[in-house]
């Protein structure tokens, strides 16, 4: 099932601390989504919260600044205040989070290069999706080699092949989509893909 991933920053909980912490919030796309949330452990001066984040178990977590100490799911269970000293009333809510301890991502604008792009300032997209391409086409054709006897059988007739890769560049997630036509079997491998996305 495909997870989509939100990235929030919290500020910890105790006053004195600078410290900035990265949530990764994960959701099911299409499917059931966990209430829940997690107990915090600012990893600069140690203060410990909690705060509301979808799918503790097994989809969200702690990408930078803190340690996750413990989870729960739907309602905050009250055994928590004396586990680790803290207090219902200062569960931080993620949604609101997002608007005050919101950092702007990078200024994204068009590149006018030789190869036109939409990136994040000198970024060339093409160029990265290219690059997974080639780094991951052996597993690519290994899948055109099976598909191959459907193919040459006519138990599959297909007049295009979509290639998706999905990647990460500078903390975040993106997808890149190849196409190619489809005339003979002689296709049916990575060369020649084009970038359509």
């Not at 990408?63 to 729960?72: E, H, P, R, S, V």
């Not at 060339?124 to 780094?135: A, C, P, Q, R, T």
């Not at 903390?171 to 491998?189: D, R």
Request: proline share 4%.
């Amino acid at each position: 099932m495909e997870v989509t991933h939100i990235m929030y920053i919290v500020k910890c909980i105790n006053p004195e601390c600078d410290n900035k912490i990265r949530l990764s919030e994960g959701k099911f796309v299409g499917g059931i989504n966990d209430k829940g949330g997690i107990v915090i452990e600012c990893e600069k001066c140690g203060a410990k919260f909690p705060c509301k984040l979808k799918n503790p178990n097994d989809a969200s977590g702690i990408l930078q600044g803190g340690k996750i100490l413990d989870t729960w799911l739907d309602e905050f269970p009250e055994y928590l205040e004396k586990k680790y000293q803290i207090k219902k009333t200062d569960i931080l809510n993620i949604e609101r989070l997002m608007v005050f301890n919101y950092e702007k991502p990078p200024k994204i604008k068009w590149s006018f290069s030789e190869v036109p792009t939409y990136g994040i300032e000198n970024t060339n997209f093409e160029k990265i999706s290219y690059d997974f391409l080639e780094k991951y086409k052996d597993n690519i054709n290994d899948k055109y080699k099976a598909f191959y006897n459907y193919y040459v059988k006519g138990k599959c007739n297909v007049d295009k092949s979509f290639i998706i890769l999905k990647y990460k560049h500078l903390g975040e997630s993106y997808k890149a989509i190849f196409a190619k036509e489809i005339e003979s079997e002689n296709n049916l491998n990575t060369d020649n893909l084009y970038l359509i996305h």
